[in-house]
């Protein structure tokens, strides 16, 4: 069967299938659990430098800096089991009384470094930079397409968080469809707007940085904090101060303060959590709202040290053990 997106109308919300994805090869039925124990280079590993002919091919590649021996810095890959496929548009077709459309999007793969065993707590911030300068140009080029409406950029790290191959690497999904949880999030900054005129994450930003208590890093140009309402213990978000609704609209020198931000935020979770499972991603406008004074990007990290169950099936409300404050004195302590 072919990649498909089907649509719950009773919840309208829709479902990618892609029975393709059951065959993607795994790494931790045979992992050397810690970091430590990874080798550099590994020989049957598709992301590892020399193992190409294992791509399905290769859509970009970052040069390493000068005076460095490795090949390259990053690649950015197809990727091999996709959840959704450039064939196909966003037609939306009737199935007696549902509502289906083929699987259109794009689905890649930033392979973050030609090391097997190093992750962002221990790059340099200069190769961090090098890695947010590789989402931040194929965000641009991929909502460059007519029919991508969202370009979703994350992070699985560990088993929990669902990543089936350990050589360090991020993915790029494009959707031809806004998912009503973006959409909500939208509708809920355009509500505050109307009635304030002002952006609520810049607000959120505001009172955070006046009240410190949650904030865990902050430089020029970004903040690292636990949210008020943090879905989960230690959930991070890293804003930008300045508001800006769309990822794509970065700054160069907003690019680094990014990439020190993250590099140290994932180096305190490493340590102090001692290497947790985690997911991130970026939030960020979906196209044609990428200038609207209501939204703004964000990153969001939320560490996988509890599972999701029953309640929170059946309500949609996390139950979070942790509190923020003490999240955020925790990774501060020196
Ligand atoms: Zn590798
Ligand atoms: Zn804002």
Redesign the pocket.
């Known amino acids: 069967m072919e990649n498909q997106i089907r649509e719950n109308i009773a919840a309208r919300r829709w479902v990618i299938f892609a029975p393709g994805r059951k065959d993607r090869p795994n790494d931790w039925g045979k992992k050397p659990s810690k970091r430590a124990d990874l080798p550099a280079?590994?020989a049957d590993?598709p992301?590892?430098p020399g193992n190409e002919a294992k791509l399905p091919g290769i859509i970009l590649e970052k040069p390493a800096p000068a005076g460095d021996d490795k090949p390259w810095q990053t690649r950015v890959v197809p990727n091999k089991f996709p959840a959704l496929v450039s064939a196909g548009d966003n037609t939306r077709t009737e199935a007696g009384l549902y509502v289906t459309m083929s699987g259109y999007g794009q689905h890649e793969v930033v392979i973050e470094s030609p090391r097997?065993d190093r992750d962002i707590a221990q790059m340099s911030p200069a190769a961090v930079s090098v890695l947010i300068e590789t989402y931040h140009q194929r965000y641009v080029d991929l909502m460059r397409a007519h029919n991508n409406m969202m370009t979703i950029i994350f992070r699985n790290h560990g088993e929990r968080a669902g990543t089936s191959l350990i050589?360090p690497h991020s993915q790029i999904v494009v959707t031809g469809i806004v998912p009503r949880y973006v959409r909500w999030r939208e509708e809920e900054a355009e509500r505050y707007f109307d009635q304030w005129g002002r952006c609520v994450y810049c607000d959120i930003l505001a009172f955070e940085l006046q009240q410190q208590k949650r904030i865990v890093i902050e430089n020029g140009a970004f903040v690292a904090f636990v949210p008020f309402a943090a879905e989960a213990p230690f959930e991070l978000w890293i804003m930008p101060k300045r508001h800006q609704a769309d990822f794509g609209s970065i700054t160069d020198a907003d690019k680094d303060d990014l990439a020190h931000v993250l590099q140290e935020t994932m180096g305190l979770l490493s340590s102090k959590l001692n290497d947790p499972d985690y997911n991130y991603v970026i939030n960020s406008a979906a196209r044609y709202k990428a200038g609207e004074p209501q939204l703004h990007w964000y990153l969001q990290i939320q560490p996988r040290l509890t599972t999701q169950a029953g309640f929170e099936i059946g309500s949609g409300m996390r139950i979070n053990p942790s509190l923020p404050e003490e999240d955020a004195a925790f990774l501060r302590a020196e």
Do not use: A, S, Y
């Open positions: 280079h590994k590993c992301f590892c097997h050589h």
